[in-house]
């Protein structure tokens, strides 16, 4: 385990002490400075500090402290997939009665985790050439709780059920329509509440190759749920879905617990996973490379100490800035520029579904918000300005061609090449630039994976690729349809600031569809609220200020937030609750206040 000094600047006083921790310092007798100091602050290079303590020991004010730095453990390994391949470090521990949330970065493990409960991958204890047999594993878990879960496995006493991340994947294997497909396998009775709490009447009839990525995502979480089992695994299971729609779901996936069955959940939705969760199991480590599992934390706990980066319990630091959320709307930084797109009332019908549009307007250097259920006639807007669809009725007004770059709902891997190639033949010559790899390639993590072929990503790499793609185009207007969709917390906030850098420094207008209230609040200048019946008809609302957009939408979902004292990170309030009353009253829905303790 690396171990590096850690400085308290509130505490530090160097003009008082003379600076004596950077006199002690041992590289810097050997001309090497571990600790600097720049306009009389000091600066702590983890590259250099060895974490020997003379520092720690020195400092008068008691300013530094040492703590560990991520790295790989030299036993605990619970699985590798090979040489030189990912290794697992450690377990969560499941416990009836309890939902436990897996949190972490994309690629740290948590599938992983998932498949070795539900037996699908047989763990090997990092002894990838001889795998141990079950007496063996058992063995190594003696003494706790795992111990008994994995000996019900191998003598097959343990029924376990698992909704897998890719649910778009379920027709390639499994065909028919949703209503009989549940009814077979509704072993507990529960399905016609489900179907009416999850909103599966209105697709009972239908197939599922025709399904929409959040339909599909309902169906398979109904149908774990109506299994009979003692265990429960959900991979991500808000993918796709709407506020509500998530909010039903955790719902759902917490009744389980009136049973006392054992729940883990992985998921990225920070309010979601803290409306369900009742427990955290926070996993870091380097992505593609290792990954550990903490202790299980209480639910606030936890998601904190996965924001603020820091394992109090385990003194380990594996982020180098906190995650912060600001609690008033943000302010825009560049005055709004010239209108750049105007559009007329317009309407689209499809079979079953109509959409209608009130005039508005976006202008450039500014961020588009929108928010909405699903089925509610976003994607069709989007095409509309994109060009893809023509409206009935209406149009948009511009004062000259503009050129767009779209990016979809549902991407695929259909390029045959590098990831490489592909962002060189749409970025061109940008692709050589210092900004173009500082301001896109670099935040949006894209730089490891510029060698992989297109064809062989994950969903999240997809996704990554997909957003770089649109944002390497040169155009006036940019569209981007749910970019969060398979991405972790860091990499959602980091995407929403990579967008708003480009928008303001290219002096450019975007759209951004986006179910996740929390980076919409980091993304968007203004809001477009869609209102309607989802299905049946739709209502674009003109764009409108980010408090009266957020109170419009969590208004009309019947849901408010308040705030995390320590983090500010929003938190959804328990239906009815004194708060929750408290803020319907003063039609205050998602900017609350927060009192410092």
Request: glycine fraction near 6%; charge should be positive; include cysteine.
């Given at each position: 385990?690396?171990?590096?000094?850690?400085?308290?600047?509130?505490?530090?006083?160097?003009?008082?002490?003379?600076?004596?921790?950077?006199?002690?310092?041992?590289?810097?007798?050997?001309?090497?400075?571990?600790?600097?100091f720049e306009d009389d602050k000091p600066l702590i290079v983890e590259a250099l500090c060895v974490g020997c303590g003379i520092c720690v020991k020195k400092c008068p004010f008691k300013a530094l402290s040492i703590v560990n730095l991520p790295d790989e453990l030299e036993k605990e390994c619970s699985h590798r997939f090979g040489p030189n391949a990912f290794k697992l470090f450690r377990l969560p521990t499941p416990s009836p009665g309890v939902v436990l949330g897996l949190l972490g970065q994309n690629g740290i493990g948590k599938t992983t985790t998932l498949n070795?409960?539900?037996?699908?991958?047989?763990?090997?204890?990092?002894?990838?050439?001889?795998?141990?047999?079950?007496?063996?594993?058992?063995?190594?878990?003696?003494?706790?709780?795992?111990?008994?879960?994995?000996?019900?496995?191998?003598?097959?006493?343990?029924?376990?059920?698992?909704?897998?991340?890719?649910?778009?994947?379920?027709?390639?294997?499994?065909?028919?329509?949703?209503?009989?497909?549940?009814e077979k396998v509704d072993e507990q009775g529960k399905l016609k509440l489900l179907a009416e709490q999850l909103q599966l009447q209105t697709i009972w009839d239908r197939t599922l190759d025709v399904l929409s990525g959040g339909e599909l995502q309902r169906v398979a979480i109904t149908a774990t749920i109506c299994r009979n089992a003692d265990v429960y695994l959900f991979d991500e299971p808000s993918s796709y879905l709407d506020v509500k729609q998530r909010l039903e779901v955790a719902r759902a996936i917490r009744g389980l617990k009136k049973d006392e069955k054992t729940v883990m959940v992985a998921e990225h939705d920070l309010a979601v996973l803290d409306y369900l969760s009742d427990q955290i199991c926070v996993f870091y480590g380097t992505p593609g490379v290792y990954g550990i599992a903490s202790n299980v934390h209480g639910v606030r706990v936890g998601i904190n100490i996965h924001l603020e980066g820091y394992i109090p319990d385990e003194n380990v630091r594996f982020r180098k800035s906190a995650i912060i959320f600001h609690v008033k709307p943000p302010t825009t930084s560049l005055v709004a520029g010239e209108t750049l797109l105007k559009w007329d009332a317009m309407k689209k019908a499809f079979e079953g579904f109509a959409l209608s549009v009130v005039p508005g307007d976006a202008k450039q250097g500014e961020v588009i918000g929108i928010l909405g259920p699903n089925g509610i006639g976003k994607t069709t807007f989007v095409r509309l300005l994109a060009g893809i669809e023509k409206a009935d009725?209406?149009?948009?007004?511009?004062?000259?061609?503009?050129d767009v770059s779209y990016k979809p709902q549902y991407i695929s891997a259909e390029y045959k090449g590098t990831v490489e190639d592909l962002l060189k033949?749409?970025?061109?010559?940008?692709?050589?630039?210092?900004?173009?790899?500082?301001?896109?390639?670099?935040?949006?993590?894209?730089?490891?994976?510029?060698?992989?072929?297109?064809?062989?990503?994950?969903?999240?790499?997809?996704?990554?690729v997909a957003i770089t793609t649109c944002l390497s185009r040169k155009a006036q207007l940019y569209l981007l349809d749910e970019p969060s969709a398979f991405l972790d917390v860091e990499e959602r906030l980091s995407m929403a600031r990579t967008i708003r850098r480009v928008v303001e420094n290219r002096n450019v207008t975007a759209f951004v569809v986006e179910h996740d209230v929390v980076a919409q609040d980091f993304i968007a200048d203004r809001l477009m609220i869609f209102t309607g019946e989802p299905g049946v008809?739709?209502?674009?609302?003109?764009?409108?200020?980010?408090?009266?957009?957020m109170n419009t939408f969590l208004k009309d979902m019947?849901?408010?937030?308040?705030?995390?004292?320590?983090?500010?990170?929003?938190?959804?309030?328990?239906?009815?609750?004194?708060?929750?009353?408290?803020?319907?009253?003063?039609?205050?829905?998602?900017?609350?206040?927060?009192r410092e303790k």
């Open positions: 385990m690396i171990r590096v000094a850690v400085l308290d600047k509130d505490r530090c006083k160097p003009k008082r002490c003379g600076r004596l921790c950077y006199r002690f310092c041992p590289k810097v007798r050997s001309k090497i400075e571990a600790i600097r070795i409960l539900s037996g699908e991958t047989k763990l090997n204890l990092g002894n990838y050439d001889e795998p141990p047999e079950w007496p063996q594993i058992v063995q190594h878990f003696r003494g706790s709780i795992l111990q008994e879960y994995f000996q019900k496995l191998s003598d097959d006493e343990l029924r376990v059920v698992h909704k897998p991340q890719y649910v778009d994947k379920i027709p390639r294997v499994v065909s028919g329509d949703v209503g009989s497909l549940l009725e209406g149009a948009t007004s511009m004062p000259y061609k503009l033949s749409v970025a061109k010559d940008d692709f050589s630039s210092s900004w173009y790899r500082s301001e896109i390639l670099q935040p949006l993590n894209v730089q490891p994976i510029l060698d992989r072929d297109v064809t062989e990503l994950s969903g999240g790499e997809l996704q990554k008809y739709g209502v674009a609302n003109p764009p409108t200020s980010l408090r009266k957009g019947e849901i408010t937030f308040r705030r995390d004292p320590t983090t500010k990170r929003p938190r959804v309030n328990k239906e009815g609750s004194k708060l929750d009353r408290h803020q319907k009253k003063i039609g205050e829905y998602y900017y609350v206040a927060t």
